[in-house]
């Protein structure tokens, strides 16, 4: 039986922490907690910022009420190396050969300054020719020494650290078409994460460096207010074009319209690959998926039905309080960390 785990969402901007139980496939929150990430969090070679950063967590493990010291963490795409690609089927032993030549080819640094992973995704047969999808990962090591430095200080095991797309893949997978291709895009605060699925797996994935912290201080700048007010506007009035004489909705575009082209070059790449595949629908996740007007604004741009993802009522997970519903989507990384070890 695996262990139980409690989910670790270390962002820029926010911590959450979360731990969910599964009884007779009836998932309930047993507890949760936010708080603002420390100044400079994770990011920083401080061993004085890291324990600022364990105390903050620590004191969040306390307010929640979680025991249990096993934690599954994740990683923004921006800090490690995806890449999701076509092999012949092959055993255990032999893909673990044959993946050592394919890593050099695909991650930008030197083997022995990353820790590198794989995970196979599925398997085909298209006229007899047996293939397989392998995701493979590769984190640097510096980076991981940090994650591993403050879990040390708290006194945490971290069983699992995985990237923020896999996480949110997990915790939407009820909404993800089985069949028919579909797109998740998970804008968080710094980056913004693109996983093309298939047949419920994911196929490809692409790292944009843009999300809403990009968009508030964009904001910021157009209407000279400081960034935590900006942040308070464009929850408030999103791409309304009426609010701030349309100030705010033109300081959001230049971000969404990245994020959009990187979406769109990332189907043309799928459609190239997939024989022309039509993408079912494009599920967005992240904090930024609550902006006023942004599920129009993506849908008149990419003419895809667009569908707002969260992992409170895809699961239909119990004792969720309503303003968390209604932040749903900001919860969608540490949920999937949370069921990681409790659903099939």
């Known amino acids: 039986m695996k262990p139980k785990l409690f989910g670790l969402d270390i962002g820029t901007t ?35 910022d890291l324990q600022t950063l364990a105390d903050v967590i620590k004191q969040m493990l306390t307010s929640a009420n979680i025991k249990t010291n096993r934690v599954a963490l994740s990683i923004p795409e921006s800090q490690v190396y995806t890449r999701v690609i076509e092999m012949p089927e092959l055993s255990d032993q032999e893909l673990t050969a044959a993946l050592k030549f394919e890593m050099e080819q695909y991650i930008p640094l030197p083997l022995d300054k990353v820790k590198t992973d794989w995970q196979v995704l599925g398997r085909s047969d298209n006229e007899g020719q047996k293939t397989m999808d392998v995701m493979l990962v590769a984190a640097p090591l510096q980076t991981l020494q940090k994650y591993e430095k403050v879990m040390e200080m708290i006194g945490l095991t971290a069983e699992v650290i995985e990237t923020e797309i896999i996480s949110v893949h997990r915790s939407l997978f009820p909404l993800i078409d089985k069949v028919e291709p579909n797109i998740l895009v998970h804008i968080g605060a710094t980056t913004t994460g693109i996983a093309i699925v298939k047949s419920g797996t994911i196929k490809m994935v692409v790292s944009v460096a843009a999300g809403g912290l990009a968009i508030s201080r964009a904001i910021a700048v157009d209407l000279g207010i400081d960034v935590a007010q900006a942040d308070s506007y464009k929850k408030a009035y999103g791409l309304n074009k009426d609010a701030f004489e349309g100030k705010i909705g033109r300081a959001l575009s230049p971000i969404l319209e990245s994020i959009i082209g990187d979406i769109r070059k990332a189907t043309l790449l799928f459609k190239e690959k997939n024989n022309s595949e039509s993408i079912k629908q494009i599920i967005l996740s992240g904090g930024t998926a609550l902006l006023p007007g942004i599920d129009a604004y993506f849908t008149n741009a990419l003419g895809t039905q667009l569908v707002l993802g969260s992992a409170f009522s895809a699961n239909n997970i119990g004792n969720v309080p309503n303003e968390l519903q209604i932040e749903g989507p900001s919860y969608n990384v540490v949920v999937g960390l949370a069921v990681r070890n409790i659903t099939s």
Do not use: D, F, Q
């Open 14 to 48: 926010s911590i959450k922490v979360a731990s969910i139980k599964n009884v007779a496939g009836v998932l309930t929150l047993e507890s949760i907690a936010v708080a603002p990430s420390s100044a400079r969090g994770i990011v920083s070679e401080s061993l004085i």
